[in-house]
T-cell receptor, first 114, second 109 residues
Framework: TAGITQAPTSQILAAGRSMTLRCTQD?????MYWYRQDLGLGLRLIHY???????GKGEVPDGYSVSRANTDDFPLTLASAVPSQTSVYFC?????????????FGPGTRLTVL | GQNIDQPTEMTATEGAIVQINCTYQ??????LFWYQQHAGEAPTFLSY??LDGLEEKGRFSSFLSRSKGYSYLLLKELQMKDSASYLC??????????WGAGTKLIIKP
């Protein structure tokens, strides 16, 4: 099974440009998450969705937007990229988004903003 | 407040035992997770504790003390493939994971 896929694997982006990071899961999980991981810091939640049609803000949502039109897809958009958004981005999903729910991660997208 | 503390780096010898500690201070608590992350890869789930005590799963065990806000991951019979970062995360009252920065474990022959 594919689990969670992310695209692209890596990207170099000019500052000011927009970009959408794609995330697709085939586990029929209700909850999905976007994190960024920076050296020396823990994973930080950007946005999440507990079910299709709903989204919520995490710890670091500024500069990012998400949508959840269906169960499988959870794209993350950077409207106007800045160098501080250089990071590794992980998408994750869990069955229900409630207590004890294990999150499963995609392979990540390495983004460099110049 | 929400804060997760774990050591930045640890070194251990192949075949030995290592204990990685994690302390947390979270408003609301719904369990403590441990994940393993090899360099350049995604985190993968290792364990989940919501009640006090030790959970054993093969060579890996995880312990939780809710009153002390403390957990540890115990790795036995270390193998070179165990070289990775180990991430501690606690689930808060909104069922969101609050992550520590991770402990990089270096295994030496």
């Amino acid at each position: 099974t594919a689990g969670i896929t992310q695209a692209p694997t890596s990207q170099i982006l000019a500052a000011g440009r927009s970009m959408t990071l794609r995330c697709t899961q085939d586990m029929r999980h209700n909850a999905m998450y976007w994190y960024r991981q920076d050296l020396g810091l823990g994973l930080r939640l950007i946005h999440y969705s507990n079910t299709a049609g709903t989204t919520g803000k995490g710890e670091v949502p500024d500069g990012y937007s998400v949508s959840r039109a269906n169960t499988d897809d959870f794209p993350l958009t950077l409207a106007s990229a800045v160098p501080s958004q250089t990071s590794v981005y992980f998408c994750a999903s869990s069955a229900s988004g409630s207590g004890g729910d294990t999150q499963y991660f995609g392979p990540g997208t390495r983004l460099t903003v110049l | 407040g929400q804060n997760i503390d774990q050591p930045t780096e640890m070194t251990a010898t192949e075949g030995a035992i290592v204990q990685i500690n994690c302390t947390y201070q979270t408003s609301g608590f719904n369990g403590l997770f441990w994940y393993q992350q090899h360099a350049g890869e995604a985190p993968t789930f290792l364990s989940y504790n919501v009640l006090d005590g030790l959970e054993e799963k093969g060579r890996f065990s995880s312990f939780l003390s809710r009153s002390k806000g403390y957990s540890y991951l115990l790795l036995k019979e270390l193998q070179m493939k165990d070289s990775a970062s180990y991430l501690c995360a606690d689930m808060d009252s909104n069922y969101q994971l609050i992550w520590g920065a991770g402990t990089k474990l270096i295994i030496k022959p």
